[in-house]
């Protein structure tokens, strides 16, 4: 049940997806996503808009960083679009933006871009808002493999028959991304549930000594919810403290799952 992320039609290799993420008109890159886009894809400082590098840049906010209007945001965004459908021969991986505090809801961003070219891919989470028919996606972290012992996976079963009908999803599919504990003990609990496993793999070809990192950040976007395995023994891992980071910063729905929670 288990496959690899497969980010631009191979497993591997030198090539990602063009990173389409959020800017202010000045071009500074400083937060968010538009600091991913300048740390892992070579968009150019100075640049608010348009194509550099592996990046596009879509502008929301002005040189000043006030929030632009939605029918600006909508013509940057439109801008993208023809950019896209007149370059098929790369794919656009689209970040979530525009959704920060005192900014525009995720339905409204997500509905801009409803219709896109068949070679751009929305998160995980504007896929479920545009068309509710796309799989919920639950990215799971669970470091100790705790979901290898029966008694996690029961409760694992418990918590995907209780948050189905709240849902409304027509399938599910489970995410992990890490060490090889981590994801041999969600594969397990996936066949035990029977639904899809989707590993997301590290790029290192691409990303270099930050393939890890990249790979979590790249797991985030696909998922629509993440769900720690919790040990109250345990202390926090650096990993759980990133992915968790990464998740309220794009929008998931995050939940524990701990023993004698049903």
């Not at 800017?23 to 348009?50: I, K, P, T, Y």
């Not at 502008?59 to 013509?75: D, F, H, W």
Request: one cysteine or more.
């Amino acid at each position: 049940m288990s496959q690899k992320f497969d980010t631009d039609g191979s497993a591997s290799g030198l090539t990602e997806p063009v990173f389409v993420f959020g800017s202010n008109l000045a071009g500074h890159h400083d937060s968010g996503n538009a600091a991913v886009a300048a740390r892992f894809h070579q968009a150019a400082a100075g640049v608010g808009r348009g194509p550099t590098g592996n990046a596009y840049a879509i502008a929301y906010r002005g040189i000043n960083g006030a929030l632009l209007s939605t029918q600006a945001i909508a013509k940057h965004v439109q801008g993208f679009r023809q950019y896209a459908a007149e370059h098929r021969e790369k794919r656009y991986h689209i970040a979530r933006f525009g959704c920060e505090k005192g900014a525009l809801q995720d339905l409204e961003m997500a509905t801009l871009f409803s219709g896109c070219s068949r070679n751009c891919v929305l998160p995980g989470v504007w896929q479920r808002l545009i068309s509710p028919e796309h799989p919920v996606r639950v990215l799971i972290f669970d470091p100790a493999g705790q979901l290898l012992n029966a008694a996690w996976q029961d409760l694992l079963v418990r918590y995907f028959e209780s948050n189905r009908p709240v849902w409304e999803a027509r399938s599910v599919e489970v995410v992990s991304v890490g060490d090889a504990r981590n994801v041999v003990a969600i594969d397990k609990a996936a066949r035990r549930i029977g639904v899809q496993h989707r590993v997301i793999a590290p790029n290192a070809a691409y990303y270099g000594e930050q393939a890890a990192v990249a790979a979590e950040m790249n797991a985030v976007w696909y998922a629509t919810h993440f769900l720690s395995i919790t040990d109250t023994d345990q202390t926090a891992q650096p990993t759980h403290v990133r992915l968790l980071s990464f998740a309220l910063r794009d929008g998931v729905a995050c939940e524990d799952l701990y023993l004698d929670m049903f």
